[in-house]
């Protein structure tokens, strides 16, 4: 039987801070069985539904964690293991 490996998520955090900073953001991955959806998802203190906030330098680095997802599982059967 041969296994494969997924990353379903980065977080994206200030330099300096922990991962579950109340400014990370979390890039996901998601399959609704129609292909890949980039999900954001944010928890700071005043979350309102429907909106994510990125500062202009936390944007390249959201973008490049959602392409790094995207192209690994674009490139997915390369990732295999018997």
Not at 40 to 57: A, H, I, K, M, W
Not at 62 to 80: E, F, I, P, R
Request: charged fraction near 25%.
């Amino acid at each position: 039987m041969k296994y494969t490996q997924t990353i379903k998520t980065i977080i994206v955090y200030p330099e300096g801070e922990a991962w579950f900073h109340e400014l990370a953001t979390e890039v996901c991955i998601e399959d609704e069985g129609g292909g890949y959806y980039v999900v954001l998802n944010q928890s700071p203190d005043n979350p309102e539904p429907g909106q994510v906030r990125l500062d202009p330098e936390e944007l390249d680095a959201v973008y490049a964690a959602a392409k790094q997802l995207l192209n690994q599982h674009n490139n997915n059967d390369n990732n295999t293991t018997d």
